[in-house]
Nanobody
Framework: QVQLVESGGGLVQAGGSLRLSCAASRRTIDNYSMGWFRQAPGKEREFVAAISWTGSNIHYADSMKGRFTIAKVNAKNTVDLQMNSLKPEDTAVYYC???????????????WGQGTQVTVSS
């Protein structure tokens, strides 16, 4: 059973920062590629960033490069997404997802969290 629990969403002004966390078991962190996706109102879900189960591979969507950073935080058993220079168009529900030892991460991971809302005001 893979459980993913997101936290850290909220309301922030444009140009600000937020840090999202995806909590999972140690087994999941060590054996699953994990990623972040987002879905804005009226739009399809899109890929944001992913990190392999070893932590040695990282991939970002082009529009997030340089602004977002994904990382494993072993001390907390989380995969975090640091989001800087946020824009109103980053407003969406952000989902954590996991796939067993798959790289590159697919666009349809098997396991999903419940999502956390990020709202960026202009």
């Amino acid at each position: 059973q893979v459980q993913l629990v997101e936290s850290g969403g909220g309301l922030v002004q444009a140009g600000g920062s937020l840090r999202l966390s995806c909590a999972a078991s140690r087994r999941t962190i060590d054996n699953y590629s994990m990623g972040w996706f987002r879905q804005a109102p009226g739009k399809e879900r899109e890929f944001v960033a992913a990190i392999s189960w070893t932590g040695s591979n990282i991939h970002y969507a082009d529009s997030m490069k340089g602004r977002f950073t994904i990382a494993k935080v072993n001390a907390k058993n989380t995969v975090d997404l640091q989001m800087n220079s946020l824009k109103p168009e980053d407003t969406a529900v952000y989902y954590c997802a996991a796939d067993y030892r798959t790289w590159p991460m697919t666009l349809t991971p098997v396991y999903w969290g419940q999502g956390t809302q990020v709202t960026v005001s202009s």
